[in-house]
C-alpha cells in the first residue's frame, strides 16, 4: 500500500541531537496517521510517538517526552522526529509506520501498538554514546 524510507540515523553522542525522516510513497499522505516506534536486540518493537493526518494531535512514550517532536509535512510526504538530550538508553533501530486510522486528542491508545499499523519503513540505526 505505502512504501516508507526512514533515514536520519546515525552516531550521537549522550545530549546531542538527529532528526530523522520518513518518507512515503503515496498521494493520500495526509489520510494516513503516522508513528514512530524502536527496537532492540532481545526486546519487543516499542511505540516512540505518534501524530494526526494534520498534525494537530501528537502522543509520545513517556520517556521520551520534552526531548523528541514528531512533526509531519504533508506536502512533501514526509513524517519527522527531531531527537534532542539524547541518551544511551535510545539507541535502537527506529521505524516508520503507517495506519490510515484517524487520531484525535480523544483517541485511546491504539497508536501504540504495532498491529494497528498497516505498513513499515525498513528502520535506520540511531546510536548514542556515553
Known amino acids: 500500500q505505502v512504501q516508507l524510507g526512514e533515514s536520519g540515523g546515525g552516531l550521537a553522542q549522550a545530549g546531542g541531537s538527529l532528526r530523522l525522516s520518513c518518507a512515503a510513497s503515496t498521494r493520500t499522505f495526509s489520510s494516513y496517521t503516522m508513528g514512530w516506534f524502536r527496537q532492540v536486540p532481545g526486546k519487543e518493537r516499542e511505540f516512540v510517538a505518534a501524530?494526526?493526518?494534520?498534525?494537530?494531535?501528537?502522543f509520545y512514550l513517556d520517556s521520551v517526552k520534552g526531548r523528541f517532536t514528531i512533526s509531519r509535512e504533508n506536502a512533501k510526504n514526509t513524517v519527522y522526529l527531531q531527537m534532542n538530550s539524547l541518551k544511551p538508553e535510545d539507541t535502537a533501530v527506529y521505524y516508520c509506520?503507517?495506519?490510515?486510522?484517524?487520531?484525535?486528542?480523544?483517541?485511546?491508545?491504539?497508536?501504540?501498538?504495532?498491529?494497528?499499523?498497516?505498513?513499515w519503513g525498513q528502520g535506520t540505526q540511531v546510536t548514542v554514546s556515553s
Open positions: 509506520a503507517a495506519t490510515d486510522r484517524g487520531l484525535t486528542r480523544f483517541s485511546s491508545s491504539w497508536y501504540s501498538h504495532r498491529s494497528e499499523y498497516n505498513d
Open positions: 501524530i494526526s493526518w494534520g498534525g494537530g494531535t501528537t
